[in-house]
Nanobody
Framework: ERQLVESGGGLVQTGGSLRLSCAASGFTFDDYVIGWFRQAPGKEREAVSCIRIRDGSTYYADSVTGRFTIFSDNVKNTVYLQMDNLKPGDTDVYRC???????????????????WGKGTPVTVSS
């Protein structure tokens, strides 16, 4: 069974940091693009950051560039999202998702993803 399990969310003050984890199981990790997504009320689900595991290429939304870093541990089959200098606008439930589609990381969209985790909540207080 293919599974994605997120962890690491929590409550943090503005300017603080969190590291989210997405542990994958049940599929060949190296063949996938894995991304982090969020959806603010009334808005479309947004790809925050994605990584193509095989070559390590990455994508970041403009709103998080310079503050978030995505990376993978291919031994642990886990993708991490290091979030620094957090802002209240980053408050959301963060879900990781995966696809085996041969897409560049920069083109990852929620409708391309095949498997989803349940999410981990992030709250940034002002």
């Amino acid at each position: 069974e293919r599974q994605l399990v997120e962890s690491g969310g929590g409550l943090v003050q503005t300017g603080g940091s969190l590291r989210l984890s997405c542990a994958a199981s049940g599929f060949t990790f190296d063949d996938y693009v894995i991304g982090w997504f969020r959806q603010a009320p009334g808005k479309e689900r947004e790809a925050v950051s994605c990584i193509r595991i095989r070559d390590g290429s990455t994508y970041y939304a403009d709103s998080v560039t310079g503050r978030f870093t995505i990376f993978s541990d291919n031994v642990k089959n886990t993708v991490y999202l290091q979030m620094d200098n957090l802002k209240p606008g980053d408050t959301d439930v963060y879900r990781c998702a995966a696809t085996a589609a041969p897409i560049p990381a920069m083109f990852c969209k929620y409708y391309d993803m095949d498997y989803w985790g349940k999410g981990t909540p992030v709250t940034v207080s002002s």
